[in-house]
């Protein structure tokens, strides 16, 4: 393997993980960085850097985040937010691999990048319906703060350091893995 490739996996996962807070927001940073020449995409993928993606992406990224800010509008958003993480995390990955076989890109892509992309996307819907349930939709926005600055500083992060990226993606898991934990634990003394 060779380093760039081993740096496109990383920029890739940080995305798909990225991904998991907000579907669209990645998409436009990976966009914008393709756009100016910062990221090169691989062949098939080329449209993302285009002017028509770029406003698209842009316009979908805002009405997705605002969107977010809205109580149980949110929990409604993640009932479609799940499945889409996992297409758009594998698309990041295919766009971003650079290298590999396609038999290995797409088993990166499904597995790294849709896998990553839901389990975060996942544990952040759960984390939103309990915020929900406990305060009747009050801390939502804050919710959704959180998340989508986390979204936005992953997506910069993946695209400008992306070793750094597979480190907080690794902190993510951790804490999704932490969260959950207690969860199912609170979850277990109730019942």
């Known amino acids: 393997m060779t380093a760039e490739t081993i740096i496109s996996v990383c920029l ?18 990976l966009s914008l960085a393709a756009y100016f020449d910062v990221w090169v995409l691989n062949e098939s993928w080329q449209w993302i850097a285009s002017t028509p993606a770029l406003v ?25 937010a799940i499945p889409l993480a996992a297409i758009a995390g594998t698309a990041v990955m295919l766009s971003t691999v650079a290298d590999l076989s396609p038999v290995v890109t797409w088993a990166l892509a499904i597995i790294a ?54 480190l907080l993606v690794v902190v993510i898991l951790f804490l999704i893995y932490k969260i959950y934990k207690k969860f199912k634990k ?3 003394k109730t019942t």
């Open 186 to 188: 609170s979850v277990a």
């Open 56 to 80: 698209t992406l842009g316009v979908a990224t805002l009405v997705e985040v605002f969107a977010y800010f809205i109580p149980y509008v949110d929990n409604l958003l993640d009932s479609i």
């Open 113 to 166: 990048g849709g896998g990553t992309a839901s389990l975060v996307a996942g544990s952040s819907s759960t984390t939103r319906l309990a915020s929900t349930a406990t305060t009747a939709g009050i801390a939502n926005p804050v919710v959704a703060l959180i998340e989508t600055s986390t979204s936005a500083i992953m997506s910069v992060v993946s695209i400008f350091i992306p070793f750094l990226a597979i």
């Open 12 to 29: 890739g996962v940080g995305l798909s993980a990225s991904v998991g807070f907000r579907v669209f927001l990645p998409l436009f940073a």
